[in-house]
């Protein structure tokens, strides 16, 4: 095999972009649905959070802090259960995907 072409199949895997998780999608896939609606702005209980249009950077850090236990209080023990199934990338992007929500 010719090395020139090993080189750019080497060079082009080692910086392509890696593909980021659809906000939407992770939403439904990580249940959030069940307690905060179908939108996002019609939770379980009123006891919940409306999630849309939420500020990205806060959401971010509270599923931060439950999924640490930095915030143990309220509710948060029910999001404990599913937040260890959710990676800090997909986090990110739900977060962002929550404050884009009109």
Do not use: W
């Not at 090395?3 to 939403?27: E, N, R, S, T």
């Not at 640490?68 to 509710?75: F, L, Q, V």
Request: aromatic share 4%; with cysteine; glycine share 6%.
């Amino acid at each position: 095999m010719n090395m020139k072409l090993i080189l750019a199949a080497a060079a082009a895997a080692g910086f392509a972009a890696p593909v980021l998780a659809d906000g939407k999608a992770l939403y439904l896939e990580k249940t959030c649905i069940a307690c905060h609606g179908k939108d996002a702005k019609k939770p379980l209980t009123p006891e919940y959070p409306k999630l849309a249009g939420q500020n990205a950077k806060y959401a971010e850090k509270q599923m931060q802090d439950i999924k640490s236990g930095a915030r143990a209080n309220g509710n948060s023990a029910a999001m404990k259960g599913v937040m260890h199934l959710v990676s800090d990338e997909e986090i990110k992007q739900l977060a962002k995907y929550l404050s884009e929500i009109k």
